[in-house]
């Protein structure tokens, strides 16, 4: 669920980005400003939606009288020639307001699109698709709310709601025992509730963990389908297993189907191609 202060925010700064205090000059200078348009959104892909609300909020935001007409439904699929919305009322408006709606909509379009084909390929397994913190900087809100209408879950949302101890923690601390001692301890000193994941590299690293104990969940990084399957073999459900590491599209279904509960994909946020959309002018 997008959170409506934090795309306040965002919103705020992306148009200041975009028209500083001066506005765009462009439409200000060629077009009447008491000038009345309307504009369609134009999908000229084939995906899934994502981002109406947010272009409606952009919209108001630019000018709250235009009107914003929604004909198709946030997590729709949609292909070539579809109209989503239609915008009426002041073109300097209109056009103020394009490029963002724009930007946002074909990023997070493309993102649900993506997510939804990795989701569609493990149907029929226990295991759930999640996202990570390779994001854009500033987007991530944005980001990891389209990973989920395209069918994927959010994995952790930044260094702040979960503790997750990495190969670097690990090696800069002195082992994986001491490193989820030293978190135990910092989280009871603090008064602190939150869960713990730990990588591992290995099988070794597994059988380390699960001597130490005191952890949430394990992640088996870079490991092939075999070996994960080993790796939830012997962790026999007492902690929650996530494959990580360059799996693809082609290779998932694998990882699925060892038993691990969740599949993190950084390409979900961090390589997506984005939905072509257009805004046009044009007359109901």
Request: with cysteine.
């Amino acid at each position: 669920m997008i959170q409506e202060q934090e795309l306040h925010q965002f919103i705020e700064q992306a148009l200041y980005e975009d028209i500083r205090n001066i506005g765009d000059l462009s439409s200000l200078s060629s077009i009447d400003r008491d000038t009345k348009g309307t504009a369609k959104l134009l999908v000229k892909d084939e995906g899934i939606l994502c981002g109406m609300s947010v272009a409606k909020a952009i919209a108001q935001k630019v000018d709250d009288t235009l009107q914003f007409e929604e004909l198709i439904k946030e997590g729709s699929t949609v292909k070539f020639g579809n109209i989503a919305f239609y915008l009426e009322g002041n073109a300097i408006s209109i056009l103020t307001a394009e490029r963002l709606i724009l930007n946002c909509m074909q990023r997070m379009s493309g993102i649900a699109t993506t997510t939804q084909k990795y989701a569609k390929a493990i149907e029929g397994t226990n295991a759930k698709v999640i996202d990570t913190r390779k994001t854009t900087p500033n987007l991530r809100f944005l980001e990891k709310y389209a990973v989920t209408v395209g069918g994927g879950f959010n994995h952790r949302y930044g260094l702040y709601d979960m503790i997750m101890l990495k190969d670097n923690h690990i090696d800069f601390c002195g082992g994986i025992t001491k490193a989820i001692q030293k978190v135990r301890k910092y989280l009871s000193d603090n008064n602190l509730s939150l869960k713990i994941e730990v990588e591992t590299r290995n099988i070794d690293d597994v059988k380390e963990i699960l001597a130490c104990g005191g952890i949430d969940r394990i992640m088996l990084d870079n490991y092939k389908p075999e070996d994960c399957k080993m790796a939830v073999e012997l962790i026999n459900k007492q902690y929650e297993v996530e494959a990580s590491g360059g799996i693809t599209l082609e290779t998932i279904r694998a990882y699925a189907e060892t038993g691990v509960d969740f599949i993190s994909v950084g390409a979900l946020t961090h390589s997506v191609k984005s939905l072509d959309l257009s805004l046009k002018a044009t007359f109901k």
